[in-house]
DNA sequence: TTATTTAATGCAACATTGTTGCGTTTTGCA
DNA sequence: TGCAAAACGCAACAATGTTGCATTAAATAA
C-alpha cells in the first residue's frame, strides 16, 4: 500500500469539500478549485480521499456522484450510515436525519454492505421560500 | 397531451424490459434490441415509457439508471415506495422487500417527494454460489 | 541541505452516456 | 386512401469519466 503525499491540490479539493456546506459534484470542484490543477487530477484526488476515507462517495437521489466530508463522523471509523438522508430537490443540500434510525431485518441469509436511506423532498429552508 | 403510438421499436424495447427479471441500463436495452432501432430512439422510447407510466426509472446505488417494470403494482397508479428494495451488487438485481415498511416521521416543514430505500449486498442465490 | 524514490500531476487521447436539431418516415385515424 | 403529427435516423454536440505515459514534486533518508 502506497504511502499518501499531502499536495497542493489536494489540500485544495479537501477544503472546497469542506468548506461547502452541501456535497458537490466532480464539476462543481473543479470549477471551485480553478487552476489548481487539471481536471483529471480532480478524478483522481477525489478517489484517493475516498480510500482513505477523508470524503465520503454519495450517490444522490437523480444519480449524480457527489463528494461530502461528513459532519457527523470523524476520519478513523466507518460511518454507519443506517440513518436516513434528506436530499433536498431545491437547494440540493444533503442533510443527516441522525434521529431517523432504520431497521433492518433481513434473514441472515442477505449478505449486508451498505445502506442507502434517502428521501427526497423539499427541506424547510426551501419551503419557506 | 399528444398521443401515444405503439412502434416497433417501443413494442421491442417494452418487451426487454418486461422479459428481463432485473432492471436493465439503456446501454444493456440497446444492445437487446439491437438492430430494431437508433440509439437515441432507446432514450426517446425510455423517456416516453416513463411518463406514460409503463417502466420506472431507478436509480441504482452506483448511480446507474435502470429501468424496470415493477410488478408489484399495476400502471394505473402510483406506486408506492415506502419499503426497503435489496440491490444486489453481484447478480445486479433489485428485489423488492415489501415487508420491510421504513415509517418516517419527519416534521411538517419537510415536504417529501420521494423514498429511496435501498439496501445494496450480496443475495441469497449469489451467497451460495 | 541535497539526493533518492515514487506518489502525484499534466496532457492528449479515448470511452461512455446522454442531448439536440432537422429532414424523413410511419402510425393512427378521419 | 389521405393527412397531421408522432416517431425515427443521422449527424453533431455535450458532459462525465478513464487510461497511458512522460514529467514534476513531496516525503524521507543520507
Redesign the interface.
Known amino acids: 500500500m502506497s504511502i499518501p503525499r499531502n499536495t497542493k491540490a489536494k489540500q485544495a479539493v479537501l477544503h472546497e469539500i469542506s468548506s461547502s456546506d452541501f456535497a458537490l459534484s466532480q464539476p462543481e470542484i473543479f470549477e471551485r478549485v480553478k487552476g489548481a490543477c487539471d481536471r483529471v487530477t480532480v478524478y483522481r484526488i477525489l478517489d484517493r480521499l475516498v480510500t482513505e476515507n477523508k470524503i465520503h462517495k454519495i450517490?444522490?437521489?437523480?444519480?449524480?456522484?457527489n463528494y461530502a466530508r461528513c459532519t457527523s463522523c470523524d476520519e478513523s471509523h466507518m460511518h454507519a450510515h443506517d440513518h436516513?438522508h434528506?436530499s433536498c430537490?431545491a437547494c440540493k443540500k444533503i442533510e443527516c436525519?441522525a434521529e431517523?434510525i432504520?431497521h433492518?431485518?433481513?434473514?441472515a441469509?442477505?449478505?449486508?454492505?451498505?445502506?442507502?436511506?434517502?428521501?427526497?423532498?423539499?427541506?424547510?429552508s426551501c419551503?419557506a421560500t
Open positions: 450517490v444522490n437521489v437523480d444519480g449524480t456522484i436516513l434528506f430537490i436525519l431517523q432504520v433492518v431485518n433481513l434473514p441469509s442477505y449478505q449486508i454492505k451498505e445502506l442507502f436511506l434517502t428521501i427526497s423532498g423539499i427541506c424547510p419551503q
